[in-house]
């Protein structure tokens, strides 16, 4: 689904925390580590490649439109990965992931996840790795920091 760039972060909020969900909250969280553990490069592009979607560069791509999936194949706009253009990535790839979705909720749910792993917020928390989310949207931190699987991960 195209989704432009100014509303992403309201339509974000609205459906994590109140849209439909297919799959529970821990079926989500297993499904990001899974791709997130075994991918040997862990950028966008990296976990796209690890999960067979081909993946390419297109200039030409609107400004409003970072990323965006057209026949099995994520398109996204710049090299220069921050904020927005990594989560819309994550998002299609969340998209493919998940086929029974039926509205954005476990879209989005998965695409944070995907960001921001379990393990990584574990290993903040304890320390190992300093502002590791930091190339991500302040409203896409703070989002997944409130999600249950989080709240509840030691
Ligand atoms: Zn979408």
Known sequence: MLI????????????????????????I?????QVTERA????PQGLAAECGVPI???PLLPAAVP???????IYYRSDR?????????????????????VDHSDVWSLTL????PLRVIRAMRHGELH????????????LRFEMPTVLLAA
């Open 4 to 27: 432009v760039a100014e509303p992403i972060a309201e339509r974000a909020i609205l459906e994590v925390t109140g849209g439909v969900s297919c799959y529970s909250a821990w079926d």
């Open 29 to 33: 969280e297993r499904i990001a580590d």
């Open 40 to 43: 040997v490069d862990p950028s």
């Open 56 to 58: 390419v560069l297109e």
């Open 67 to 73: 990323a965006q999936m057209i026949r099995g194949t």
């Open 81 to 101: 990965l921050r904020g927005l253009a990594v989560l819309m990535i994550l998002h299609e790839l969340a998209h493919h992931l998940l086929p029974r979705h």
């Open 113 to 116: 996840a995907l960001a921001m």
């Open 131 to 142: 502002a590791p989310f930091a190339h991500l949207p302040a409203w896409a931190v703070a």
